[in-house]
């Protein structure tokens, strides 16, 4: 079955940079966008960007446009999410998730379980 | 991109209909007809209940019905349960082809 596995937790300083992977399997990985949300404790879903794995094209949000990176590496079918220049409220679970269908108007459908990223000095 | 408005909290007894609103502008949810709703229990997932304004995808309920008008989207759940008891979000596509989320709506089941 379609499935997102994100990688672990994890606790960074201020100022560092984190990555994070999501591993998708049970699809063709290039056919469908791959969007990256986030939730900070006790907060609502923001969303961060889409990457499209076939071509490696990305559109982030203009909060996230200077400070994230998505990128992909298909032959592994896993998309990556890093975040540099880390502040504490940035302490959230960040979350992959798979359109519904093959293009960037197809809502998130597929979610990863989730990567709790804590910064904290 | 600001976010989508919701009211913090809406509330219903069992049986009971409510509607959710999401209120965007021409930029977004007036201009588009990609708006989704989802569900999120405490410490779960999200999950996707309605897309593309009243779609259902396989598996949700018929009670979950979506609607339009303007630039407001509108989420109604009828013969409310217990399980129905969570935090429901609604995004929508943009004019920047960005995608952007409302506040998000607490429904508590009397």
């Known amino acids: 079955q379609v499935q997102l596995v994100q990688s672990g937790a994890e606790v960074k300083k201020p100022g560092a940079s984190v990555k994070v992977s999501c591993q998708a399997s049970?699809?063709?990985?290039?056919?469908?966008?791959m969007h990256w949300v986030r939730q900070a404790p006790g907060q609502g879903l923001e969303w961060m960007g889409w990457?499209?794995?076939?071509?490696?094209?990305?559109t982030c949000a203009q909060n996230f446009q200077d400070w994230v990176t998505l990128t992909r590496d298909t032959s592994i079918s896993t998309a990556y999410m890093e975040l540099r220049r880390l502040r504490s409220d940035d302490t959230a679970a960040y979350y992959c998730?798979?359109?519904?269908?093959?293009?960037?108007?197809?809502?998130?459908?597929?979610w990863g379980q989730g990567t709790m990223v804590t910064v904290s000095s | 991109q600001s976010a989508l408005t919701q009211p913090a909290s809406v509330s219903g007894s069992p049986g009971q209909s409510v509607t959710l609103s999401c209120t965007g502008t021409?930029?977004?949810?007036?201009?588009?007809?990609?708006v989704s709703w989802y569900q999120q229990h405490p410490g779960k997932v999200p999950k996707l209940m309605i897309y593309?304004?009243?779609k259902r995808p396989s598996g949700v309920s018929n009670r979950f019905s979506g609607s339009k008008s303007g630039n407001t989207a509108s989420l109604t759940i009828s013969g409310l349960q217990a399980e129905d008891e969570a935090d429901y979000y609604c995004?929508?596509?943009?004019?920047?082809?960005?995608?952007?989320f409302g506040g998000g709506t607490k429904l508590t089941v009397l």
């Open positions: 998730a798979r359109a519904r269908g093959s293009s960037n108007l197809d809502t998130f459908a597929i």
């Open positions: 049970g699809y063709t990985f290039t056919g469908y966008y």
């Open positions: 990457i499209n794995p076939n071509s490696g094209v990305t």
């Open positions: 021409s930029s977004d949810v007036g201009g588009y007809d990609f």
């Open positions: 593309e304004f009243i």
């Open positions: 995004s929508s596509y943009t004019s920047s082809s960005t995608w952007v």
